[in-house]
């Protein structure tokens, strides 16, 4: 079956630090994937995606490369902010089949001034 | 364009009491999704619709919880009895197809059984 493990939480770092939030899947096909971001008290969102091997998703100054060799889908951030400061889950999605999407536990990352 | 709606966004109920939670996806979604979300188990699951009819309820966790869909607009998860361990966040989340496609979330109800 699919499945998706990221790093355990939570991160902490200090405003402007670099960020990696590693993520690695398994699945029996060729799937999308996903990063998403749940800020305090709402709902998941789509922060980018990804839907073929070797295609990098990015947004908002986020950024993740879809690495088949690897089975990984990494996130990663130059310079964090305060306001970046949420819970980021990675899922994948199968195509072309009626898969539902399976998401990771989440990772809480916290950014101090 | 509206997103996913769901009310209420909090609710704090006594053990023993029916609890139902409403969601109104998207327009032209054709897959509507509950899932539940705690500190312990994270996000769960519960049940998925297409088209409204139930397609997988295996992550429904007891008799206790149903969930129905009479229209392609309007849906309902209902717990009943409720306790405390129902204590939760609710998502209810829509997509259009359910292959490598974004899954659209609501911002959810609170849910405290006291």
């Known amino acids: 079956g699919n499945s998706v493990t990221q790093m355990e939480g939570p991160v902490t770092l200090s405003e402007e630090a670099f960020l990696t939030i590693n993520c690695t899947y398994t699945a029996t096909g060729y799937p999308s994937l996903f990063w998403y971001v749940q800020y305090p008290g709402e709902g998941l969102q789509l922060l980018l995606k990804?839907?073929?091997?070797?295609d990098k998703g990015s947004n908002k100054g986020f950024e993740a490369t879809y690495r088949k060799e690897t089975t990984s889908f990494h996130l990663e951030k130059g310079s964090v902010q305060v306001s970046d400061s949420a819970v980021y889950f990675c899922?994948?999605?199968?195509?072309?089949?009626?898969?539902?999407?399976?998401f990771g536990r989440g990772t809480s990352l916290i950014v101090h001034p | 364009d509206a997103g996913v709606i769901q009310s209420p966004r909090h609710e704090v109920t006594e053990m023993g009491q029916e609890v139902t939670l409403r969601c109104k996806p998207i327009?032209?979604?054709?897959?509507l999704f509950w899932y539940r979300q705690t500190m312990m188990r994270g996000l769960e699951l519960l049940i998925y619709f297409n088209n409204n009819v139930p397609i997988d309820d295996s992550g429904m966790p007891e008799d206790r919880f149903s969930a129905k869909m009479p229209n392609a607009s309007f849906s309902t998860l209902k717990i009943q009895p409720s306790e405390p361990r129902d204590s939760a966040v609710y998502f209810c989340?829509?997509?259009?197809?359910?292959?490598?496609?974004?899954?659209?979330f609501g911002e959810g109800s609170w849910l405290t059984v006291v």
């Open positions: 989340a829509s997509s259009p197809v359910i292959s490598g496609n974004t899954i659209y």
């Open positions: 327009s032209g979604h054709d897959y």
């Open positions: 990804a839907t073929k091997a070797d």
């Open positions: 899922a994948l999605s199968e195509s072309g089949g009626s898969y539902i999407p399976t």
